[in-house]
């Protein structure tokens, strides 16, 4: 009987060995568990965070989105300015002010109308 005994001891100490490894690998997944969520909440958070200032940028691209038609007008007006017949140096140079003013927006040949 004592080999059996002692077979029984090692099937004892192997089960013990097993249980404590498996508790310990339990242990180790809850952890990693633990640290995967939070830094999946983490990830979230700063998806978020990334959104709200990508809005906050598209906004203030919309608040520009006129900016190009805006110079165009005031170099309209400015040329427009410039070429009134109240100015000689100007008006001298060009048979209209409407000349200058389509050179400037490209909206003419570039020759006198």
Do not use: H
Not at 35 to 55: I, N, P, Q, S
């Amino acid at each position: 009987m004592t080999a059996l005994e002692a077979q029984i001891g090692d099937l004892q100490t192997e089960a013990s060995r097993l249980i404590r490894s498996l508790d310990t690998q339990k242990d180790t997944t809850e952890a990693e568990t633990r640290a995967a969520a939070k830094r999946a909440e983490d990830l979230v958070r700063e998806v978020e965070t990334k959104t709200k200032e990508v809005d906050t940028y598209r906004e203030r691209l919309k608040q520009f989105a006129d900016y190009d038609e805006l110079k165009r007008e005031l170099e309209i007006m400015k040329v427009s300015s410039l070429a009134l017949p109240s100015n000689p140096v100007l008006y001298a140079g060009s048979s209209s002010w409407l000349f200058a003013v389509c050179r400037v927006c490209g909206d003419g040949p570039g020759r006198d109308v």
